[in-house]
């Protein structure tokens, strides 16, 4: 049984940063994407980003895109969410998933397409 464990949510006010960390204590994900979905209070749980397994592409949420950082470090089987200019839409429990979608724009966003995914990390933005 995989445990994805993430780290580093909590309380932020608006225009400030937040570094989420995921990783799976003595397992490698060798060829496997990763990425971040988020689920607001109330509303229906979103796609953020993904990443490939050599780190060189990534997608993102529109919403996100130019705010949000995805990266990874293989050598420590981890994958890292930097979170900039954070506004309170962004307040929402984030998860880490893994998995090996078609690293296509239109594939990644697909729940179904991850095979493992973390318990999640409250992130609150506040005005």
């Known amino acids: 049984q995989v445990r994805l464990v993430e780290s580093g949510g909590g309380l932020v006010q608006t225009g400030g940063s937040r570094r989420l960390s995921c990783g799976a204590p003595g397992r490698t994900f060798s060829g496997y994407a990763m990425g971040w979905f988020r689920q607001a209070p109330g509303k229906e749980r979103e796609w953020v980003g993904t990443i490939n397994w050599a780190g060189t592409t990534v997608y993102y949420l529109d919403a996100v895109k130019g705010r949000f950082t995805i990266t990874r470090d293989n050598a420590n089987h981890t994958v890292y969410l930097q979170m900039n200019s954070l506004k309170p839409e962004d307040t929402a429990v984030y998860y880490c998933?893994?998995?090996?979608?078609?690293?296509?724009?239109?594939?990644?966003?697909?729940?179904?397409?991850?095979?493992?995914w973390g318990q999640g990390t409250q992130v609150t933005v506040s005005s």
């Open positions: 998933v893994v998995g090996r979608p078609a690293f296509v724009r239109t594939v990644v966003p697909r729940q179904s397409e991850y095979d493992y």
